[in-house]
């Protein structure tokens, strides 16, 4: 069983300014239409089904969702999935909060984490790592990967704001480059892994707010989401 990962930029989709141009959010007031043909072209490009990835209405919560086979619609509240299927790809949609994909592939278990800084300081991460532990990942053997974000270097927030998340989630203090107090969302959340005893991790240092090919909300105001998936292959 192989585990696949695949994080989108803005090119080459059907959506317009200022969604332009791989939008995957239903929820940003967006075209259905360009969405609907963005999700096909993805699925086609990873080589699934479309009904096969599973998408979310996050809402910056910690609700963790076991999927054991493709919903109709996009899962309502739900900031994390888990599954043990292959062929089903998890997705989680983003544009300055952390995307967190998680696998076990002994245990053949994924999980797909929105880590925003309210999410992130109320514990969504651990809830998703439980989950998995209910279908049978360990997390001595669970591999993790932060995708793109904001970086702290770019995230600025007032100083109270800053002490409560560290609080919450120890490692994400920091200085942004113009020395304002500032947070970097990863660092807390891979001290984080370290503490539940994920060690296997990866970061895609992609800052979001920096790189124009990826969507960035920080820096865009209203735009659009990219997508960060996995699923498992068994060949």
Known sequence: MRVRRVVTTRAGGASRAPFEQFNLSVGVGDDPAAVAANRRRLAAGVGLPVKSVVWMRQVHGTTTAT??????????EVDAMVTNRSQLALAVLAADCVPVLLADPEAGVLGAVHAGRVGA????????????????????????????????????????????????L???????????????????????LRELGVT?????PRCTAEDPALYSH??????????????????
């Open 67 to 76: 999927v054991s086979a493709p919903p109709e619609r996009d899962l309502a």
């Open 121 to 168: 300081a109320d514990g969504v991460l651990p809830a998703a790592l439980a989950a998995m532990g209910r279908l049978g990942a360990r997390p001595e053997r669970t591999e993790a990967l932060l995708g793109p974000s904001v970086c702290g270097a770019c995230y600025e927030v007032p100083a109270a704001m800053r002490a409560q998340v560290q609080a919450a």
């Open 170 to 192: 120890p490692g994400s203090a920091c200085v942004t480059k113009v020395g304002t107090p500032g947070l970097d969302l990863r660092a807390g959340l891979r001290q984080q």
């Open 200 to 204: 296997r991790v990866d970061t895609d």
């Open 218 to 235: 920080r820096r865009d105001g209203h735009t659009g989401r990219l997508a960060a998936l996995t699923w498992l292959d068994p060949q």
